[in-house]
DNA sequence: ACAGCAGCTGCAAGCGCTTCCAAACTACAC
DNA sequence: GTGTAGTTTGGAAGCGCTTGCAGCTGCTGT
């Protein structure tokens, strides 16, 4: 395997140029430049990044920290992080957390707290105020991506915003009788998701003085089975059924809409459905959502660290507010007309 | 940041038994090495992977190749590899090639053929015999996962085996009149998937006599929601309608149920559906199917590569059949009775 | 013609570890 | 007390790069 040495005899240069030259930094004149670049793809030499990380304490690699890969969300910012990644020449590290607090603890210590990456990125984890202080105590930009990082940069969407812009769609098309899938209590533990969609949740209907009805309020586990059951307790316990209901994610709200097709609710006739995420099956479902472009949040944690480690180290915790999008399609309905109670 | 120096200082020891005793390589008495440790412990220490690398030439680091890591199998698998890799001490780099042969390129070139990583797990991706040649030739031994991967190790399922038992499933439950949901062609370039189960289906088939109907040959991406629209040609179409569907993977198969119920058909009564995969949704639909255990699949590839890395290194390249199991459910039964040809 | 300067270049000193080697020490048998 | 083998240790030479520094070149201005 040829090493950078190869490269500068061949070309008739030192070491150092040709250093200069594939890099890009410090002056290097045309020809020399050429001389390197041409003599490297000959030998087919490419850097090795542990040598450069040594010497200038760069790895070009990030890390990237989630719940869990398998789902939705994550693998989705996953997708935008490494496509804004790969382009800038940087390597991902994945560091997939999915289970329980012995393994994120040596996660975080043993790999990430130690020159193993330029910065980190932490999609939907709450780190302690201390493990960010000790990732910045070493220069390691962090930025976070939907959960609360005190200390760090976030991107995050406005998730108590768009629940009450959720549960105001329904409200406005006359809903009154109005369930809530949120999330359950486990996953409050990591990232305050659920709560804080439910605090939107809970604004609107308030504001239009609607009773929220404990019965209505269920939870699952963000997933399309868990949420199936959930809404099968629901729909056909001996609860009066409600005409819509808000579901906290769109996996959860496929999974309601299973659950009163099998007890033969239409939707949106008989019942409306709303969720959030811009999940590609709201599609098939024709499920009203509010898209949260979860590509988009990754490749714009990219561009933020870029910015920083690039350009100076700025460390500046900013908090940017990412855009969402209504998305309209046929699981939202005016109520029925004639809410006859349920039988039984 | 304390480096090994430090400790060494502290512990009174020389640089090289510190990193001995820490390493585990080598002979170092107990006392050094409690010495050692504490030490370490004490300053908060960590080895510099990027140092140790250097030194060693071992990373430390694997490289998964990825098509997608948004798609079910793909995000399995990566979950299987994470936590294996994790419990090793070893890192993951993830490599997503989600977009076309350009970015493919330059990954395997300037990522993967260097000294980056140890090893190399690439999932359904098929490498050219002089890529794999390349990293074989460095010493980094390979092993694919659902992939044709000439010349390196392979772990698979019996693809053809497992499709021929789907069909022979509805088959001996008295279908006559099956349709086959099979894969793209765009995706047959890069793994073979869907001709290795469109084989095992037609042999089924053949070996039952029974005639496969090219208007029932239908493709899709692979996705719900393209199995969703390519299903609703096959039933709601003018075609005749076949009694059963075998579908290549389960999320087609869930597409397929999606587009019966819209048209009025029961599953199983009216059509019987069987998929293959596993997916977690399966549960929700009562779906028939055969499950390969993709996170197993990739918790043994890390098997392998470590076995290979610690012991000898051992570049023969052996391909393991990893087995699966059928699961049956609802989705599945005799034909109806009595099968009156669609009106119209 | 010559000082002044800016752009290039090469030397060499590391980056923080691992590991070869030889020295020092231990235990044990004779 | 001495020899032998085995264990433990520290010195020091790298691993393959980056980069500060100083020397060189060639050009500008006067």
């Known amino acids: ?38 003599a490297a793809a000959d030998l087919g030499f490419v850097l090795s ?28 910012v996953v997708e935008g992080v490494s496509a804004a990644l790969l382009d800038a020449g940087y390597d991902l590290t994945l560091y997939n957390i999915s289970e329980g607090q012995e393994r994120r603890h040596s996660v975080l210590n043993d790999f990430l707290l130690r020159k193993r990456v330029d ?3 932490a999609v939907s984890l709450e780190l302690r105020e201390a493990e960010i202080q000790q990732l910045l105590a070493i220069h390691r930009p962090i930025v976070g991506i939907g959960g609360p990082l005190p200390g760090a940069s976030t991107i995050r969407i406005d998730d108590s915003g768009i ?3 959720a549960a105001r769609h329904l409200i406005q098309l006359g809903h009154t009788k ?18 804080t969609r ?96 979860a590509r988009g949040q990754g490749a714009l944690a990219v561009r933020r660290l870029l910015a920083g480690l690039d350009g100076g180290g700025d460390t500046a915790a900013a908090d940017t507010q990412y855009p969402t999008s209504f998305v309209m399609r046929s699981s939202t309905a005016v109520p029925p007309v004639d809410t006859v109670p349920r039988r039984g």
Not at 178 to 195: N, S, V
Not at 208 to 219: G, H, N
Not at 229 to 247: D, I, K, N, W, Y
Not at 267 to 287: N, Q, R, T, W
């Open 119 to 121: 910065a980190v990125i």
């Open 198 to 293: 439910q605090a939107g949740f809970k604004k609107a209907m308030k504001d239009a003085r609607l009773e929220i009805r404990p019965e209505w309020q269920v939870s699952a586990d963000f997933t399309i089975r868990g949420a199936y059951a959930s809404a099968r307790q629901l729909l056909g316990g001996s609860v009066e059924r409600p005409t819509a209901v808000f579901a906290a994610s769109d996996e959860m709200a496929i999974g309601t809409i299973l659950a009163a097709r099998d007890f033969g609710l239409r939707v949106p006739y008989d019942l409306s459905v709303i969720g959030i995420d811009g999940h590609e099956l709201g599609e098939v479902f024709g499920l009203t959502t509010i898209d949260q472009d």
């Open 178 to 195: 109005i369930a809530h899938m949120t999330g359950d209590a486990e996953y409050d533990q990591d990232f305050r998701l659920p709560g």
């Open 1 to 38: 395997m040829p090493g950078i040495k190869d490269v500068a005899e061949r070309a008739g240069l030192s070491i150092a140029t040709v250093s200069r030259a594939l890099s890009g930094k410090g002056n290097v004149s045309a020809r020399s430049r050429e001389l390197a670049q041409t």
């Open 49 to 76: 990044y542990h040598a450069s990380s040594l010497a200038s304490g760069r790895t070009h690699n990030v890390g990237v920290v989630v719940p869990s890969v398998h789902r939705w969300f994550f693998s989705s």
């Open 163 to 165: 629940a009450d812009a």
